[in-house]
């Protein structure tokens, strides 16, 4: 018997923005490392921070076994997104980072936002599919 598109199991499908939150937490802590310096170290601690949050945030989406309880944990990885995003904005702007390092930097934080949101749409479509089936009809958000 085939499997229906509904029943891939999600875990398969949704890791690559894992491994992309990882390589470009591993990249911007690098270039944090190389730029750090006493008077700019609470701007290289943020952009490791940030990064590091998005990568853990994923992480804690994909041990969520309900689906509701993933779609709340990639909203938190996603404004864990829009973060790093900002930072390194900050830290371009602030000519801590080179413009090409900036944009290495920039360009793997907007994939993995991409990514993310691109499975918490999934997610919701899974969840009002949900709720179509259980004779409920519900807007989700």
Same mark, same amino acid.
């Given at each position: 018997?085939? *499997?229906?598109?509904?029943?891939? +199991?999600?875990?398969?499908?949704?890791?690559? @923005?894992?491994?992309?939150?990882?390589?470009? &937490?591993?990249?911007?802590?690098?270039?944090?490392?190389? !730029? /750090?310096?006493?008077?700019?170290? +609470?701007?290289?601690?943020?952009?490791?921070?940030?990064? &590091?949050?998005?990568?853990?945030?994923?992480?804690?989406? #994909? %041990?969520? /076994?309900? *689906?509701? !309880?993933?779609?709340? !944990?990639?909203? =938190?990885?996603?404004? !864990?997104?829009?973060?790093? @995003?900002? /930072?390194?904005?900050?830290?371009? #702007?602030?000519?801590?980072?080179?413009?090409?390092?900036?944009?290495?930097?920039? %360009?793997?934080?907007?994939?993995? =936002?991409?990514?993310?949101?691109?499975?918490?749409?999934?997610?919701?479509?899974?969840? %009002?599919?949900?709720?179509?089936?259980?004779?409920? =009809?519900?807007?989700? =958000?």
């Amino acid at each position: 018997m085939a *499997l229906g598109r509904r029943e891939i +199991p999600a875990m398969a499908a949704g890791m690559r @923005e894992f491994r992309e939150a990882v390589a470009t &937490a591993g990249e911007v802590v690098r270039a944090a490392r190389k !730029a /750090s310096r006493g008077e700019t170290r +609470p701007l290289t601690d943020l952009l490791v921070q940030c990064s &590091a949050e998005l990568a853990l945030a994923i992480a804690r989406a #994909h %041990s969520k /076994s309900e *689906l509701v !309880a993933q779609r709340d !944990a990639f909203q =938190s990885a996603r404004e !864990a997104a829009a973060s790093l @995003e900002t /930072s390194i904005a900050i830290a371009r #702007h602030a000519d801590l980072l080179s413009v090409a390092t900036c944009a290495d930097l920039s %360009s793997r934080a907007a994939t993995t =936002s991409r990514l993310v949101a691109g499975y918490l749409l999934y997610l919701e479509r899974q969840i %009002s599919a949900e709720f179509v089936e259980a004779g409920e =009809s519900r807007t989700v =958000s």
